[in-house]
C-alpha cells in the first residue's frame, strides 16, 4: 500500500476496513462450514465485523490482521479434518502465513494451541472409533499443513535470522561502519 500511495492515514483506514471487511467474509464461510443456514451465516458474520474486538482495537492493526485471517484459518483447518482433499492444507497454511506475518503474534500462539487440542480430539476421536485407515491419512495432511505453513513463513524466518545478530535486548547498540 504505502508503495503505491504512501503510507497516509486514509492508506491505514483502507487497510483497516479491508481487513474488517475480510473479517466477515472469513466469518461467513466458517460459518457455512460449521453448516449455519445463510441467514445465519450472514448474521454471525456481521456480528463478528462489528464487534468490540474490532471496534475496541481499530489502533491496534495488528490485532485485526490476526482476527481477520483467523476464521479463514480455523474454516480450512475444520475442512482439512473432515475432507480428505490436500488443497485445504495448502489454504489454511496461506492463511496461517498472512496471520503469522502480519498478525499479532500472540494471537497465533493461542492459534497454535488450539489446533493442537483440535488434532488431538480428532486422532483420539480416530482411534477409537477404530478408524485406523483415516487417522494415518489424517496425521499427514496435518503434517503437510504444518510443511506448507513453515515453507510460506521462510521469507520471514530467514530474514529474523538475519537480523538476529543486530538485536540485543540486554546489549549497547553498535555502530556499523
Known amino acids: 500500500i504505502g508503495y ?6 486514509y ?11 475480510f473479517a466477515g467474509v472469513g466469518f461467513y464461510k466458517l460459518s457455512k ?6 441467514n445465519f451465516a450472514l448474521t454471525a458474520a456481521i456480528a ?3 464487534s468490540g474486538f474490532f471496534i475496541g482495537n ?11 485471517w483467523l476464521p479463514f484459518v480455523l474454516n480450512f483447518y475444520f475442512k482439512l479434518m473432515e475432507e480428505k482433499s490436500y488443497i485445504n492444507c495448502l489454504k489454511a497454511a496461506f492463511f496461517l502465513f498472512l ?8 494471537i497465533t500462539i493461542i492459534l ?3 489446533l493442537l487440542t483440535f488434532f488431538i480430539i480428532q486422532v483420539v476421536k480416530l482411534y477409537r472409533a477404530k478408524l485406523k485407515s483415516d487417522l494415518l491419512p489424517f496425521i499427514f495432511r496435518n503434517f503437510q499443513f504444518f510443511l506448507y505453513s513453515v515453507i510460506f513463513s521462510l521469507v520471514m524466518l530467514v530474514s529474523i535470522y538475519q537480523v538476529t545478530p543486530y538485536l540485543s535486548r540486554f546489549g549497547d547498540f553498535e555502530l556499523i561502519h
Open 99 to 106: 496471520m503469522i506475518t502480519g498478525g499479532y503474534p500472540a
Open 48 to 50: 463478528y465485523m462489528l
Open 58 to 68: 481499530a489502533q491496534h492493526l495488528t490485532y485485526v490482521t490476526s482476527a481477520c
Open 11 to 21: 492508506a491505514i483506514s483502507f487497510e483497516f476496513l479491508f481487513h474488517v471487511f
Open 33 to 38: 462450514t460449521l453448516k449455519f443456514e445463510t
Open 112 to 114: 497454535f494451541y488450539l
Open 4 to 9: 503505491f500511495n504512501g503510507y497516509s492515514v
